[in-house]
């Protein structure tokens, strides 16, 4: 079940959005509007939420939230921009990756 994420997530959200890959949750995170979608099979599904909520596609970048670690990661399909400078999955861009963890550790970290 994919959520889009405002507030602090609930555990009820997290355990939904772990019920698709079970470990992890994969997102698309809205770096303007500082929330988040997750819990779909693709990244693009999360972000296709987000698109529908009203984001700006620019806006939009893939991670991974890793409950257990507390930890995110920047690898995503929808990363690559090569028109942005983002040739690879990865997010390059260290302070993208700043907001992203700042966003996902507010919304989901400790839960």
């Known amino acids: 079940m994919i959520h889009i994420i405002h507030k602090r997530a609930t555990p009820e959200q997290m355990q939904q959005m772990l019920e698709v890959l079970g470990i992890y949750i994969k997102l698309a995170v809205d770096i303007q ?7 779909g099979e693709l990244h693009s599904d999360c972000e296709q939420v987000l698109l529908e909520d009203g984001s700006e596609q620019a806006h939009i970048w893939g991670a991974d939230w890793y409950p257990l670690q507390q930890k995110v990661g920047y690898e995503s399909l929808i990363n690559l921009r090569p028109s942005v400078g983002n ?25």
């Open 33 to 39: 509007r500082g929330i988040l979608a997750g819990g």
């Open 87 to 111: 040739r690879s999955m990865e997010i390059q861009d260290s302070a993208v990756r700043e907001q992203i963890n700042r966003i996902v550790q507010n919304l989901l970290g400790g839960v």
